[in-house]
């Protein structure tokens, strides 16, 4: 099993450019979300998808938009990128079945550094 | 408003020695805490968690104890091996949702 992959594993782009972050996992969660990491601000969660073919807004979703194309891919696009998206982006997954007491956990991807210029 | 703090932003031990990381958090509805440690270039990578039902989770050199009343958690890793060395992240789950908070990491030195 591969886990959760990430494609690119770095990008640099010009303002106002577009492009697509990918994530795949072979776990067979339900689950799949979109973090940023910046210096001094932990991860903080973009967006992320409960289940196949429903998406909801994290904590820092506006300049980006997600697609959960099936259950086991999950992309994150940044339609105009701007400065202020430089950062590393994680992707994760969960199995998220709650069934009494939690156990569950996310299991993340190795991360996409991205520079906008 | 930070609801997970991590006020350490570094920490140095002594290989051999005991390391204590500390959280504090805010939300009276997490019920779930989890800690993850992540090396340069990699994912976090999930080490241990505990219930709020219960007051410590041990994992080998690895024990989480949680304290409701002053929401406080921390991890205690003991002994400390120079592989240890990476940013801990905690991260705390409301009863109601399936969304992670992280605190802002700690990073741990674990030295010779």
């Known amino acids: 099993n591969a886990g959760v992959t990430q494609t690119p594993k770095f990008q640099v782009l010009k303002t106002g450019q577009s492009m697509t972050l990918q994530c795949a996992q072979d776990m067979n969660h339900n689950s799949m979300y979109w973090y940023r990491q910046d210096p001094g601000m932990g991860l903080r969660l973009i967006y992320y998808s409960a289940s196949e073919g429903t998406t909801d807004k994290g904590e820092v979703p506006n300049g980006y938009n997600v697609s959960r194309l099936n259950k086991r891919e999950f992309s994150l696009r940044l339609e105009s990128a701007a400065p202020s998206q430089t950062s590393v982006y994680f992707c994760?997954?969960?199995?998220?079945?709650?069934?009494?007491?939690?156990?569950?956990?996310?299991?993340f991807g190795p991360g996409t550094r991205l520079t906008v210029l | 408003d930070q609801q997970v703090k991590q006020n350490s932003p570094s920490l140095s031990v002594q290989e051999g020695r005991i390391s204590i990381l500390n959280c504090d958090y805010t939300?009276?509805?997490?019920?779930?805490f989890l800690w993850y440690k992540k090396y340069p270039a990699e994912g976090p990578t999930f080490l241990i968690s505990?219930?709020?039902?219960?007051d410590k989770n041990e994992d080998g050199r690895f024990t989480v104890f949680l304290n409701k009343s002053a929401k406080h958690l921390s991890l205690h890793i003991v002994p400390s091996q120079p592989g240890d060395s990476a940013v801990y992240f905690c991260?705390?789950?409301?009863?109601?949702?399936?969304?992670?908070?992280f605190g802002t990491g700690t990073r741990l030195q674990v030295f010779p």
């Open positions: 991260a705390a789950n409301p009863y109601n949702t399936d969304k992670l908070i």
């Open positions: 994760a997954s969960s199995r998220n079945t709650f069934d009494g007491v939690k156990t569950d956990t996310q299991y």
């Open positions: 505990i219930s709020s039902i219960k």
């Open positions: 939300n009276s509805m997490f019920d779930y």
